[in-house]
């Protein structure tokens, strides 16, 4: 008989006391979360890992298809759907018992490697997506995890929030804030341009006071639009006078010049005629035998010259009134051009204005509905919800929940809160 020693005896004791804590500790933490995982059945949509010892070519992961099957190698379309995990694992061993895979070595020989059940292991290492909607800050699709509760789903979609129950998501105070006020500024932006424009069509420099009452914006944001659209004002009509200078002026010179060579053509008409007298008097005296040949032939050269300049001038003032004609075309045209640009300019801003009208509505609108939503926010501590999570499982059904109720891959968490009523009140923006 072997004897044992007292300290041993206490420290095999001491030994089994925390052993068996452990294990009571492991019992515990399988009760609350096993019935869940035992009570689950593959689905559509679900990713299966399968894994071989010692055959790293036939572990895979599947996605179970729309059929309710995966592919395996060696065994091909196997249906999955239905089973729980410990089912899923004995039906994929059982697919792999006594078959016979041709192992490569690393010489190049094949091996003949025959699989035994306890070699294969089938997992499910993917679950089907959980979906929230309803009155979350963040809606839509989230990863399921095993033992989810839907106060986990909620704190990853960004807790309650009544924007759920709004067409859209309904932006916060300050940008709805600085919206408004650049809808306002391009409302009154719209509005000095036309007033500007107005004043460039009928040639004033000074386009008068303008009615802001509809127009909310501070007296120096208004000051500064103003300041801007009179600067441009000053700048067109400085630009348009320039223009208008040039062409009066290009007008005058040309006129200067017509009056010129009008004055020379009548001076080469005067003496084109006193060569023509000259040349029949001299001609009169030779037949008489009074004057030589050669005297009535220098008058002839002469009025041959004087006929020339005639011409010459004749054809320079017929240029120089086409030049005028075509300068005043050209300042017609850059009149009318003118009034054209400005009555489109004038279409545009009144479109902008309207457009900019609309939007501050809108915008207002949003910021009180945006207002209202804050003060319901600030009281959501005392606002009842209602959560409902439909389960397709079994057939599809919606069953009314706490935070604490475990999910199920492919539920459908739907959060409804329900506000204290608001009295309606219109408020200005």
């Given at each position: 008989?072997?004897?044992?020693?007292?300290?041993?005896?206490?420290?095999?004791?001491?030994?089994?006391?925390?052993?068996?804590?452990?294990?009571?500790?492991?019992?515990?933490?399988?009760?609350?979360?096993?019935?869940?995982?035992?009570?689950?059945?593959?689905?559509?949509?679900?990713?299966?890992?399968?894994?071989?010892?010692?055959?790293?070519?036939?572990?895979?992961?599947?996605?179970?298809?729309?059929?309710?099957?995966?592919?395996?190698?060696?065994?091909?379309?196997?249906?999955?759907?239905?089973?729980?995990?410990?089912?899923?694992?004995?039906?994929?061993?059982?697919?792999?018992?006594?078959?016979?895979?041709?192992?490569?070595?690393?010489?190049?020989?094949?091996?003949?490697?025959?699989?035994?059940?306890?070699?294969?292991?089938?997992?499910?290492?993917?679950?089907?997506?959980?979906?929230?909607?309803?009155?979350?800050?963040?809606?839509?699709?989230?990863?399921?995890?095993?033992?989810?509760?839907?106060?986990?789903?909620?704190?990853?979609?960004?807790g309650f929030d009544f924007q759920g129950r709004e067409q859209g998501t309904v932006k916060d105070l300050p940008t709805l804030r600085i919206d408004y006020e650049l809808a306002l500024s391009d409302i009154a932006s719209a509005t000095v341009q036309t007033a500007r424009l107005n004043a460039e069509l009928n040639g004033r420099t000074e386009f008068g006071p303008i009615d802001f009452s509809d127009t909310p914006l501070s007296r120096d944001r208004l000051t500064e639009i103003q300041k801007s659209e009179a600067a441009i004002l000053q700048a067109q009509m400085d630009d348009y006078q320039r223009q208008h200078d040039f062409f009066n002026s290009a007008?005058?010179?040309?006129?200067?010049?017509?009056?010129?060579?009008?004055?020379?053509?009548?001076?080469?008409?005067?003496?084109?005629?006193?060569?023509?007298?000259?040349?029949?008097?001299?001609?009169?005296?030779?037949?008489?035998?009074?004057?030589?040949?050669?005297?009535?032939?220098?008058?002839?050269?002469?009025?041959?010259?004087?006929?020339?300049?005639?011409?010459?001038?004749?054809?320079?003032?017929?240029?120089?009134?086409?030049?005028?004609?075509?300068?005043?075309?050209?300042a017609q045209h850059f009149e009318d051009q003118r009034r054209i640009d400005l009555l489109k300019a004038l279409q545009e801003a009144a479109a902008a204005q309207a457009a900019a009208k609309i939007k501050a509505q809108k915008l207002a609108l949003e910021l009180n509905s945006s207002r209202r939503l804050d003060s319901l926010l600030d009281l959501a501590a005392n606002v009842e919800h209602n959560i409902e999570v439909v389960r397709q499982e079994g057939g599809q059904a919606a069953l009314t929940v706490d935070e604490d109720f475990v999910l199920m891959p492919g539920d459908v968490i739907n959060v409804t809160l329900r506000p204290p009523l608001l009295t309606s009140t219109t408020e200005n923006p």
């Open positions: 008989m072997i004897s044992v020693s007292p300290g041993w005896q206490r420290f095999r004791r001491v030994a089994l006391r925390r052993r068996m804590g452990f294990v009571g500790a492991i019992l515990a933490l399988i009760s609350t979360v096993a019935p869940a995982s035992a009570a689950y059945k593959v689905q559509q949509g679900d990713t299966i890992e399968i894994t071989v010892v010692g055959i790293p070519e036939l572990s895979q992961r599947n996605t179970v298809q729309p059929d309710g099957a995966i592919a395996l190698p060696l065994v091909g379309a196997l249906s999955v759907e239905g089973l729980t995990p410990s089912e899923l694992r004995e039906k994929v061993q059982s697919q792999f018992e006594q078959k016979i895979y041709r192992l490569r070595a690393s010489d190049g020989h094949e091996i003949l490697t025959v699989i035994r059940p306890e070699e294969v292991s089938a997992a499910i290492v993917g679950y089907r997506p959980i979906y929230v909607t309803g009155d979350v800050a963040k809606q839509g699709q989230q990863t399921f995890l095993p033992a989810m509760t839907v106060r986990q789903a909620l704190a990853l979609a960004g007008m005058g010179q040309a006129d200067e010049r017509i009056s010129v060579v009008a004055q020379q053509k009548n001076e080469e008409e005067a003496g084109n005629s006193a060569d023509t007298t000259e040349l029949h008097r001299l001609l009169d005296l030779l037949s008489k035998g009074q004057e030589t040949s050669l005297r009535v032939t220098e008058a002839r050269r002469a009025l041959l010259l004087s006929s020339t300049r005639t011409l010459q001038a004749n054809v320079e003032l017929l240029e120089l009134k086409r030049q005028k004609s075509d300068l005043a075309r050209q």
